[in-house]
């Protein structure tokens, strides 16, 4: 039963225009959601969180958006640079265990950015 | 910088030998994590720990067992290894209500 959903396992997109990055969740308890990404022979690095009382945060050139009713978070990269290329776990928690480490995370998508 | 870091980076074992995966974090932090990735199904969580000598099982603990006798220090153990075992593990560590940090992880191939 997987409770976090990233459908497209893969994005190519040239260099300068936007990704967009898909993630859909099952469970309505969760109300915490990161973004992580993670080169080749490395762990994943933190990327960029919202947490269910808003639906948009920003930081940089990365916007995370989220639509509860839909059950649905985007992660938007703009403009997009080679250096991006990496895959991208979403993740999910439930603030109220107290315990947010403790994620869920979708299967990943990789994207790849063309120069 | 928030460190965590994994004993090995590669690691090759036969089926059935005890397998030991050591992770450290140098940030104080409470909870401590082990994450398997697999191609196509994520980060599964194995078990975490949320103080000095306290675990509990995640969402795939079978075949593992964990140790957290220092705050820093959290040992993942394969009792037997088996060859469905082969897999990237990540420890990570978080404090509180933060996003863990995760470690490199290391490739472990059971042949």
């Known amino acids: 039963d997987q409770q976090v959903k990233q459908n497209s396992p893969s994005l190519s997109v040239q260099e300068g225009r936007i990704s967009i990055l898909n993630c859909d969740y099952t469970n309505s308890m969760f109300d915490y959601f990161l973004w992580y990404k993670k080169y080749p022979a490395e762990g994943p690095t933190f990327l960029i969180s919202i947490s269910s009382i808003k639906d948009k945060n920003e930081d940089g050139r990365f916007t995370v958006f989220l639509n509860k009713s839909a059950k649905h978070l985007s992660l938007h990269i703009v403009p997009s640079q080679p250096g991006d290329s990496a895959v991208y776990f979403c993740a999910a928690s439930t603030w109220n265990s107290g315990n947010t480490g403790k994620l869920i995370f979708g299967q990943g998508t990789t994207l790849q950015v063309k120069p | 910088d928030v460190k965590v870091t994994q004993s090995s980076r590669y690691l090759v074992k036969r089926t059935g030998e005890k397998v030991f995966l050591e992770c450290v974090q140098d940030m104080d932090h409470e909870n401590m994590f082990w994450y398997r990735q697999d191609p196509g199904l994520g980060l599964r969580l194995i078990y975490f720990?949320?103080?000095?000598?306290?675990?509990e099982k995640g969402d795939i603990p079978e075949g593992y067992s964990v140790s957290r006798e220092k705050k820093e220090r959290f040992s993942l153990i394969l009792e037997s290894a088996s060859t469905n075992q082969t897999s990237m593990y990540l420890c990570a560590s978080s404090y509180r209500d933060r996003g863990p940090f995760f470690g490199p992880g290391t490739r472990l191939t059971v042949l």
């Open positions: 720990s949320y103080d000095v000598k306290m675990k």
